[in-house]
């Protein structure tokens, strides 16, 4: 599919041959924006692992200072006494085993994100096959399944999120608007690439983090340097 008129004059501003500092990138995702829409910010990190090995795999949360730009609707799956709690906490769809129930017949998700108490965990198997493949299903390794509820859907809400490599060794995440402040912007980004650091498997050999780019949805990739 060729690009439109507005992303080929955006591209024109960026230096192929160059890798910005995250400084620069920031600077330059805002002017390169071709939508007439608020866009998202992505960054797009190219790990050297071998993604068929379970061992490094690179999976992980991290708490972007000034959120996505985008509230996220979470679900929470408590038992009776814990609904309270969820819903003072902020939580959009709280509900135990008749919530399982009503997901398993309309087959319907009006959630982007599920936390759930441990004790829910084995009540949830029976729509595992919904949420799994939407990557909707708690998990100990994305720290959306705890008994402090009010804690994950705080976090949640703050902006927490979820990531992990993809079946080319490549992680995507979303780190704001491009109407945000470029410096909120780049504070989400470093704590991005700190814990994209510290996830390093202790496996992986030679560099960890081959290349990285910072793009809008849908501008050019920028290539950025990550220290």
């Known amino acids: 599919m060729p690009h439109g008129k507005k992303y080929l004059e955006a591209k024109k501003l960026i230096d192929p041959k160059k890798v910005y500092s995250p400084e620069e990138a920031v600077e330059l995702v805002k002017k390169t924006n071709p939508a007439k829409f608020d866009a998202s910010v992505e960054i797009h990190i190219r790990l050297g692992i071998d993604p068929t090995k379970g061992e490094q795999q690179v999976r992980g949360?991290?708490?972007?200072?000034?959120?996505?730009?985008?509230s996220k609707r979470v679900a929470a799956f408590v038992p009776a006494d814990k609904e309270k709690e969820a819903r003072d906490a902020g939580?959009?769809?709280?509900?135990?085993?008749?919530?399982?129930?009503?997901?398993?017949?309309?087959?319907?998700?009006?959630?982007?994100?599920?936390?759930?108490?441990?004790?829910?965990?084995?009540?949830?198997?029976?729509?595992?096959?919904?949420?799994?493949?939407?990557?909707?299903?708690?998990?100990?390794?994305?720290?959306?399944?705890?008994?402090?509820v009010k804690k994950m859907v705080e976090e949640l809400k703050k902006g927490k999120i979820a990531f992990k490599n993809d079946d080319s060794g490549n992680v995507h995440i979303v780190i704001g608007k491009v109407s945000a402040e470029s410096?909120?912007?780049?504070?989400?980004?470093?704590?991005?690439?700190?814990v994209i650091k510290?996830?390093?498997?202790?496996?992986?050999?030679?560099?960890?983090?081959?290349?990285?780019?910072?793009?809008?949805?849908?501008?050019?990739?920028?290539?950025?340097?990550?220290?």
Not at 63 to 69: D, E, F, Q, R, S
Not at 108 to 123: L, S, Y
Not at 203 to 213: D, R, V, Y
């Open 198 to 227: 510290r996830a390093r498997p202790a496996s992986a050999k030679g560099i960890f983090i081959e290349n990285a780019a910072l793009t809008s949805s849908m501008g050019p990739s920028i290539r950025i340097q990550i220290s």
């Open 183 to 194: 410096s909120k912007l780049l504070e989400n980004l470093n704590a991005v690439t700190d």
């Open 91 to 148: 939580a959009d769809l709280v509900g135990g085993e008749e919530l399982v129930a009503e997901i398993a017949k309309t087959q319907k998700i009006g959630f982007d994100v599920a936390v759930a108490t441990p004790d829910m965990m084995p009540k949830l198997a029976k729509v595992a096959k919904i949420l799994g493949p939407k990557g909707l299903m708690p998990n100990p390794k994305s720290e959306t399944v705890g008994a402090n």
């Open 61 to 70: 949360t991290v708490a972007l200072p000034h959120g996505t730009g985008k």
